[in-house]
């Protein structure tokens, strides 16, 4: 090779590889740095990252040393816009009477006494509980979609006050700050009753529906606002709860997302996928992440209009596994059912091995890389239907 040749080749060599050592530099000081709040709202210039350091990162004080985990497994039926308030109603209804079955205070049997099992200190359902899922068109969905807080999650949030717990579920959701979109979003509500934690999908899946594409809003579709409104650490959430540090998603096939929760410190992560079983994703997410992970799926769902009642589900769907990659808990059929475990979260945190990654060896690679689907499509256009999304797939793909 000439000997100028040599020189630009070195050159380049360098400039990647000192950008490598100074992107994993500014990870590691952001480990210390202030935390950007998960997307709640208001302008942020805050461009820090909380991310572990030599297997350290933030937390806050936990409540107790362990904890009872549940996660429903539970029927997907979309709502009818047509009869909107009555169907959404009656989701609702269902959603809380199997939170009140998993705390064992059945209304049944007494109205609000526990005389079941042991109080669970967080219960974990699948992506849409309350709405259930259609191919519905962006002004359908408008109407279909939650505000946060409103009523919904004030029904949610006395459950969860009622139990002094925390309640895990997915929903379509508006923001006032985002019209005309609606947001696949991950919600957490607190034993106060209050949302903690607002966590938005991070991309969609492309390709799994044919001609047609996802219309929910996710962070890699608008990205650039997106960050200047809430900032970097917000684009992978983690709410630092007083029972453990929790991730949620419903991106499914993502395991490098799942990872850069871990190495921000999820401890417990909960995945969410509609349309089957996140079991085995749960089991090999816990072994690469050391953290404790919740696959919930969904069950066998009669009447849910324009799809089979089988819904994807399968036998022993929804399962807590432990950071081994071993199951404490799992469903044993495709039915609606209810798994739950004990989490030591308080020795985990105590003695967790952290994942090691060698950021130096992987940052050129990734720093170099150039997907086809590029970030901020529904900054560009906002697509109507799943058809028009579709065909914004392809066009922003070079595709036919």
Not at 115 to 131: N, S, V
Not at 194 to 199: A, C, R, Y
Not at 243 to 257: D, H, R
Request: hydrophobic content about 40%; proline content about 5%.
């Amino acid at each position: 090779m000439p000997e100028k040749d040599k020189d630009i080749v070195n050159r380049s060599r360098r400039d990647v590889l000192a950008g490598a050592a100074g992107l994993s530099g500014l990870l590691a000081a952001s480990a210390s740095a202030p935390r950007l709040e998960a997307a709640v709202g208001g302008a942020s210039e805050d461009m820090s990252v909380s991310v572990a350091r030599q297997g350290e990162y933030e937390t806050v004080p936990l409540r107790q040393q362990s904890i009872n985990v549940s996660a429903i497994q539970s029927r997907v039926r979309a709502v009818d816009v047509k009869n909107l308030g009555p169907t959404m109603q009656a989701n609702l209804d269902h959603v809380l009477q199997l939170i009140d079955y998993a705390q064992g205070s059945a209304e049944a049997w007494g109205g609000g006494e526990r005389l079941w099992g042991a109080k669970q200190d967080l219960i974990c359902m699948h992506e849409f509980p309350i709405q259930g899922f259609q191919p519905w068109t962006r002004t359908e969905l408008n109407r279909v979609a939650l505000d946060l807080p409103g009523a919904e999650t004030e029904a949610i949030g006395e459950r969860a006050k009622r139990y002094g717990c925390y309640i895990a579920f997915g929903c379509y959701a508006r923001e006032k700050d985002w019209p005309n979109h609606v947001i696949n979003m991950s919600v957490i509500v607190g034993p106060d009753g209050d949302i903690v934690s607002k966590q938005w999908k991070a991309r969609n899946i492309l390709g799994l529906f044919g001609d047609s594409a996802l219309i929910g809003t996710t962070v890699y579709d608008v990205l650039d606002r997106y960050v200047e409104m809430y900032g970097w650490d917000a684009t992978i959430p983690i709410a630092r709860t007083d029972i453990g540090n929790i991730s949620m998603t419903a991106v499914g096939a993502e395991p490098m997302l799942y990872l850069c929760q871990a190495l921000k410190g999820a401890e417990i992560m909960i995945l969410t996928v509609t349309g089957g079983t996140n079991a085995e994703a749960a089991i090999a997410t816990a072994r690469a992440a050391r953290a404790y992970c919740i696959g919930v799926g969904n069950s066998v769902s009669p009447d849910n209009i324009g799809f089979a009642e089988a819904a994807g589900s399968q036998d022993e769907g929804t399962v807590i596994v432990d950071p081994r990659g071993r199951a404490l808990a799992r469903s044993s059929n495709h039915h609606e059912d209810i798994v739950s475990a004990r989490v030591p979260i308080g020795d985990f945190r105590e003695n967790r091995r952290f994942p090691e990654l060698p950021a130096a060896l992987f940052l050129p690679v990734l720093q170099q890389y150039e997907p086809r689907f590029k970030p901020n499509a529904f900054l560009e256009s906002l697509p109507e239907t799943y058809k028009e999304a579709g065909d914004l797939v392809r066009k922003r793909m070079s595709m036919r």
